[in-house]
């Protein structure tokens, strides 16, 4: 198990469904995650203050997800020196451009790693990589998955190759 946590926080209990497969991978990876519904406009005392009690609380990463003003990973990120990676959710307007734009473009200062609209499974990859720097056995984990990554892709190949025989 991993010494550190990642946290999840939510603008809105609509995103549960986008944050899922971050919590999967994270349990695939044995990285405790906690998950929290917070907004940056209706609750930023609530969102700052979870900020700033999180390295003390045992977190080493925050994901953030929020969609149209997305502002949670910015609200998050001026509260801690944790990283702070930042997934934006496509809503029913703009196709998440709005959210992905809102997130992507903090002031100096202020930075919020950002993954692709709905990229919660790279959210938590980069999380992993993040707490890897100073746990080997999560390191480990990782060259692992890539190695299974590269074999798949050869496995797929080579079943290309038999199809372009066969032509």
Do not use: W, Y
């Amino acid at each position: 198990m991993a010494e550190k946590k990642v946290a999840i926080i939510m603008g809105s209990d609509s995103d549960f469904p986008k944050v899922v497969p971050a919590i999967k991978r994270l349990k695939t990876f044995g990285v405790p995650v906690e998950v929290h519904v917070m907004s940056a406009h209706r609750t930023p005392q609530a969102a700052a203050d979870f900020s700033e009690k999180a390295a003390e609380n045992g977190i080493g990463v925050i994901i953030a997800a929020a969609g149209k003003a997305a502002h949670l990973g910015g609200v998050l990120a001026a509260h801690t020196t944790l990283p702070v990676i930042g997934i934006p959710v496509k809503s029913s307007t703009l196709d998440g451009l709005d959210a992905l734009l809102a997130t992507v473009q903090m002031p100096s200062g202020i930075p919020v790693a950002t993954v692709a609209i709905d990229g919660a499974d790279n959210a938590a990859i980069l999380a992993v990589q993040m707490l890897a720097l100073s746990d080997k056995g999560l390191a480990a984990q990782l060259v692992q998955m890539k190695k299974e990554m590269a074999e798949g892709v050869a496995e797929k190949d080579a079943a290309i190759q038999q199809e372009v025989k066969c032509l």
